[in-house]
């Protein structure tokens, strides 16, 4: 029986997870779940779930939630704030944790997890994102078993040997990272200008939160996951080529030297990688149905357009220059999608405000999570005040 706490419960991944795990009562038990706004939601999952423990970000929010689980005779504690979110996702009876908050506040708990050997299921993108360097020392110091969730780093990984983390040479010559191109494939830059955020947050294939359905939009999503796989799978960015590829059925692959390329398909629904996570190496039931390749019939891929979509370039170069870069390209990024979702901000503009972050601040190389922290908010107050100054 294993016993998980799940970090960001109430959202797109949250929920799948907890429809996954719901479907093996015999073999995962729920010990913590966590959320942020979405009370209600929140209740009802740990009535459902028998979670003993729940985590919101205030005393107000934990009030609130208490209320609703005493008027219906849950059992579930209520405490509050980021160092209840730590010591769920590092308890003594927890051994896994699905890490699904979304943007740099999912870090500090997911470290916390990593810190004390959990296995990892690793859907929080912005926390390699912003540490990698950190995190995989963490991990390697401690044992912790990392699995990613995020599609196409969980095709990559089934498609890798076995030793891939022992061994790591294997005859791979490069990473094929899948990208759908998102609602605004094929536009160009003057076409995106008057885009609203629900035309951004309307994906043809995935359902997601609202952030990383933006993030999909703009490609930033493509960005962010080239550095996570640089991280993840221990490569320079010029071993990972983006291959823009519509229908979203294969969810990345790997070329090999000999002319082999191993890729992962199946339907877009993320149980997938959450069933492969939760269960690895053995396999269980994700509720996903059989992918049927005579309805799909056709498969495309094209080449990502850099120009049109000038975020996906920004991120290569984050990725080269490295050091902290990653982490100003990430926070002055949540800045300006937040932005834009306020419709403060143009689309097109969510570029302009990360690219001038970059170019205004100078990197270093982050030696603490204080030091990455220190960046983070230095690149969130030089995008906001740029905003300021471009909204004016
Ligand atoms: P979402 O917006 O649907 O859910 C986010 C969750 O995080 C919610 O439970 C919310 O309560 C919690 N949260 C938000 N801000 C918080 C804060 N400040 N403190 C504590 N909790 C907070 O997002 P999602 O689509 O489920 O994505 C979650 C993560 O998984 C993101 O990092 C995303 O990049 C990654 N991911 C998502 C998908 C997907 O299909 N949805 C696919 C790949 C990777
Ligand atoms: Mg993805």
């Known amino acids: 029986m294993r016993c998980i706490t799940l970090l960001g419960a109430t959202g797109s991944i949250g929920v799948s ?49 208490d209320v609703l689980l005493q008027a219906s ?19 003594d009876a927890v051994d896994t944790v699905m890490a699904a908050i979304v943007g740099a506040a999912g870090l500090m708990p997911t470290l916390a997890a990593v810190k004390t050997g ?41 498609c890798l040997p076995a030793d ?67 991280w993840l799978f221990d490569v320079g960015p010029e071993k990972i080529e983006v291959v823009v590829h519509p229908q979203s059925i294969i969810h990345s692959a790997v070329q090999y030297i000999d002319g082999s390329v191993l890729a992962q398909l199946g339907n877009p629904d993320m149980r997938t990688p959450i069933a492969h996570a939760l269960a690895w190496p053995q396999r269980i039931d994700a509720g996903v149905a059989n992918l049927n390749l005579f309805e799909i019939a056709q498969l495309n891929f094209e080449q990502a357009d850099l120009q049109a979509f000038p975020c996906l370039q920004l991120a290569f170069d984050t990725a080269r220059a490295a050091g902290d870069a990653p982490a100003i390209l990430n926070a002055a990024n949540e800045i300006a999608v937040q932005a834009f979702l306020d419709e403060r901000i143009g689309f097109t503009q969510i570029a302009q405000v990360v690219g001038e972050t970059l170019s205004g601040l100078s990197f270093t190389e982050p030696e603490s999570l204080d030091a990455v922290q220190e960046s983070d908010n230095q690149a969130r107050a030089f995008s906001a005040a740029y905003i300021a100054k471009i909204e004016s």
């Not at 005779?73 to 308890?91: F, P, W």
């Not at 360097?133 to 089934?158: C, R, W």
């Open 17 to 65: 997870t907890l429809d996954v795990i719901a479907r093996h009562p015999d073999k995962y038990s729920v010990y913590a779940l966590t959320g942020n706004l979405q009370i209600d939601k929140l209740a009802l999952q740990c009535q459902q779930h028998k979670a003993k423990f729940a985590v919101v970000n205030d005393e107000v929010a934990a009030a609130k939630l």
């Open 73 to 91: 005779g849950c059992a579930t504690e209520v405490i509050y704030g980021m160092d209840a979110l730590c010591q769920v996702a590092s308890d």
């Open 118 to 158: 959990k296995k990892i299921l690793l859907a929080n993108k912005e926390s390699l994102v912003m540490a990698g360097g950190l995190f995989m020392q963490a991990v390697k110091e401690s044992g912790s078993v990392l699995l990613p969730i995020d599609s196409e780093h969980n095709a990559i990984f089934q």
């Open 164 to 230: 891939y983390q022992q061994a790591h040479s294997s005859g791979i010559n490069k990473l094929l990272l899948s990208a759908s191109g998102g609602p605004f494939r094929g536009w160009s830059a003057e076409q995106m200008s008057a885009v609203t955020p629900d035309q951004a947050c309307a994906h043809p294939n995935w359902s997601m939160g609202r952030k990383i359905s933006v993030d999909s939009a703009s490609l930033m999503n493509k960005g962010l996951e080239l550095i996570e796989a640089c």
